[in-house]
């Protein structure tokens, strides 16, 4: 969930699927239990949120109760951002390798070339 959601109809969400007693169902749970804390300040890194299991970024569907979970939110953030970085990553070695490889093409193309002067 990366983004900051604060409007009424996330809010009302949260207190439907999160209520007290819910537990953080992000599989790397950074807490010391995996119980949320309810009655902390806002924006509390052991406070109830709702992770998305398919991010929205990715083509989940943002309000869908079916796409939401209990978690902290700590470990919602953490989550979010992993895969965002883990996204990133992957997207920079798929370009080194595209640009990698038009170099070795350019690069043969430019042997062969010179094999066929006359």
């Known amino acids: 969930m990366g983004d900051v959601h604060n409007g009424h109809r996330w809010r009302e969400l949260v207190r439907v699927l999160c209520p007290p007693g819910s537990w953080c169902e992000v599989d790397e749970c950074f807490g010391p239990t995996r119980e949320i804390v309810f009655g902390l300040r806002p924006r509390h890194p052991l406070g109830p949120s709702l992770d998305h299991v398919v991010e929205v970024w990715q083509g989940g569907a943002e309000y869908d109760p079916a796409n939401l979970v209990p978690a902290h939110l700590g470990c919602n953030v953490r989550k979010s951002n992993r895969l965002r970085r883990e996204a990133r990553e992957g997207r920079q070695r798929s370009r080194a390798g595209r640009s ?19």
């Open 100 to 118: 990698h490889a038009i170099a070795a093409s350019a690069r043969s193309k430019r042997s062969a070339a010179a094999f066929n002067t006359p």
